[in-house]
């Protein structure tokens, strides 16, 4: 198949060299010209050290010759480009083609999940989404991974799904789109979490209860949107959930680590060096709570940290201190 990348970072180069090796034809393009010419001429990502990336794949910064002739277009950029990119490839995509999305997040304002933001902008092609528990650096090393393909059309699921799996990724499908992609930008938030109460010193009882506790919030607010129950109990959500508020790969969690250790919000992000997608997904996600009325204590707490610069080690007060109150409530 050919295959262009929309996007050049770690997930999309990851997933280009995946899809080289399994004999598709691709193009990866970003829209920062330097960053394309230092791909070409190195074959190395500075992110994913130790992979090198196959000569068949080229790179380009031009709109129009990554779309051309392409049947795929897999959108790998961050979550607040989405919209704008899709702008660039919109005159340049057409019938006959597929869009997978691989971004995560919720636009802030609309709260449109990027498969949405996507639908809004290039409307006469179908969009899929792929998902899950899936850190660049280790698919980037063939290492055993697994996935999910969403799509309201099964069929279009089943065929994303058949290019992505090779020996190195299992690929699972699902028609809860909006589950999905819900799971995968909530999922950082708690993640953050995570990291926050280990650079406090917590320990494991601590992580464990987060992401318990954060994947009752993920869920009730998904249930109030119509998502399926059996979706956050997947791979777009427990097994992400695990891998991002767990994994030494995950940018949420090593912010949230430094936020624990003192670093203000705009410190840690610097540090990390590389989009933290927890911290864009915050706004919608407090939205999207009001809006639906569920509560959401875990996603309350970082947003104070975050955003009202409150003490984390109070807020993990405030949490244990919280009303008594059943584990399963409807």
């Not at 104070?304 to 009303?323: C, S």
Request: aromatic residues 4%; proline residues 5%.
């Amino acid at each position: 198949m050919n295959i262009a990348i929309i996007g050049a970072g770690t997930w999309g180069t990851a997933l280009a060299r995946i899809l080289c090796n399994a004999g598709h034809q691709i193009a990866v393009w970003s829209a920062l010209p330097t960053e394309i010419e230092d791909l070409r001429k190195t074959r190395r990502h500075r992110n994913l050290p130790g992979m090198e990336i196959p000569e068949g794949i080229r790179f380009t910064a031009d709109e129009k010759e990554a779309c051309a002739g392409k049947e795929m277009l897999i959108f790998a950029v961050p979550s607040v480009y989405v919209r704008g990119t899709a702008g660039r490839i919109a005159p340049y995509a057409g019938p006959g083609q597929l869009i997978v999305d691989v971004a995560k997040g919720i636009e802030p304002g609309t709260l449109e999940t990027m498969s949405q933001v996507i639908g809004d902008v290039i409307p006469d092609v179908p969009t899929a989404v792929l998902s899950g528990p899936t850190h660049a650096e280790e698919v980037a090393q063939d290492l055993p991974t697994t996935a999910v393909s969403a799509c309201g059309d099964i069929r279009l699921a089943e065929k994303v799904q058949s290019i992505f799996t090779d020996t190195c990724m299992r690929v699972y499908t699902n028609t809860d789109v909006l589950g999905v992609e819900l799971c995968g930008a909530l999922k950082n938030v708690i993640a953050l979490a995570a990291g926050i109460s280990a650079g406090l010193g917590y320990g494991d009882n601590t992580k464990a209860a987060l992401i318990t506790r954060g994947l009752a919030e993920m869920r009730r607010l998904g249930l109030a949107m119509g998502c399926r129950d059996e979706t956050f109990a997947g791979l777009a959500g427990i097994g992400d959930l695990i891998v991002t508020a767990t994994s030494r790969h995950s940018r949420n969690n090593q912010c949230g680590y430094l936020i624990g250790q003192g670093y203000r919000p705009r410190e840690a992000i610097e540090k990390v060096g590389m989009v933290v997608e927890g911290i864009n997904a915050l706004p919608a996600a407090m939205s999207l709570a009001e809006k639906y009325g569920v509560e959401m204590p875990i996603v309350e707490a970082v947003n104070r940290i975050i955003h009202d610069g409150e003490n984390p080690a109070d807020t993990v007060g405030l949490l244990m201190g919280r009303k008594l109150k059943r584990e399963w409530m409807k």
